[in-house]
């Protein structure tokens, strides 16, 4: 008899299979209260010697350990299969990657680089946290100018002053700093003023500065590069006009309107039916900047130019709340692509 169960015992460690169907007569034949082999043999364990019953006893009870061990083992098995073979189904449909867009501020600069890089301007970028010297002084603001007021501008130290900068025209002192003319160059970057953020000003933006600066520079030089860019970005039927204006560091100094492209200059409520645009600040390079930064203000003259990204963006697109650039809403920035 224990022989026969040493047998058993046998057959149950070599058994092996993935099918459910297998297992169950696997446990039927062993397990089943009727007819299963252990439950006959329980039943021949009445008829087993006193003095062999103790052995018999122990080594029945490791026949049922291995067959329920066995059982449990195989069906785990089974279900670990099934969820390996789920997690690498490769037939399954791949998930699609979102791809994400272009900031619009980011597509209007790219495209402005580019028309001014087609002239021939170099790119330039300076620090955001600057000194009073070339945000300020360089650029002959007067000590009392109230853009130095702590209205507008973000101090950061005071006594030497150390501040964000208000514009990129930092940047052309940055560049008179390392280089002599001649100089052609333009500088995108972030600028930052004290102001309530509404639908028109943030105290955050971007602006691209110009800078040209050689022997014969004229105004004429001027407004031809700016028609040039005017349409090349907005379309060729694009005109502009100047109008007189006042920088400290440009002299003589001008605003540019840009003909209205949503009414073609026949007044709408976005040019406020005047058919213009106001587009940037420029002017013919101040003397006394030339001078500041160490150029012979008698060999060199220059033109300089200076516009602010979002508006530009805005005029471009038709966008009317400022702070949409900043939201980073995904409806909004995807039309940009
Ligand atoms: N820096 C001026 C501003 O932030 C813009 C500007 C005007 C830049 C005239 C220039 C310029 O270079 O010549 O409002």
Known sequence: MLEQVRKYINEVEQFNSDKPEEIELFRIKYLSKKGGLLT?????????PNDEK?????????????????????NNQIESNVQVKTALDLSLPGSAEKIGSRHPISIVKNEIVEIFTRLGFTISEGPEIEDDYHVFSALNFPPEHPARDMQDTFFIEQNPDILLRTHTSSVQVRVMDNQKPPIRTISPGRVFRNEAISARAHCIFHQIEGLFIDENVSF?????????????????????????????????????DVSCSLCGGKGCN????????????????DPNVLEANDIDSVKYTGFAFGMGIERITMLKYGIKDLRLFFENDIRFLTQFK
């Open 270 to 285: 976005v040019c406020k039916y005047t058919g213009w645009l106001e587009i940037l600040g420029c002017g013919m390079v």
């Open 54 to 74: 103790k052995d018999f006893g122990k080594i029945l009870n490791i026949l049922k350990d291995s067959v329920t061990d066995k059982i449990n083992y195989l």
């Open 220 to 256: 004429a030089d001027l407004k031809q590069t700016l028609e040039y860019f005017a349409k090349e970005f907005f379309g060729k039927d694009a005109k502009i006009r100047l109008r007189p204006s006042y920088f400290p560091f440009t002299e003589p100094s001008a605003e540019v």
């Open 40 to 48: 006959e043999l329980f039943n021949a364990f009445k008829t087993v």
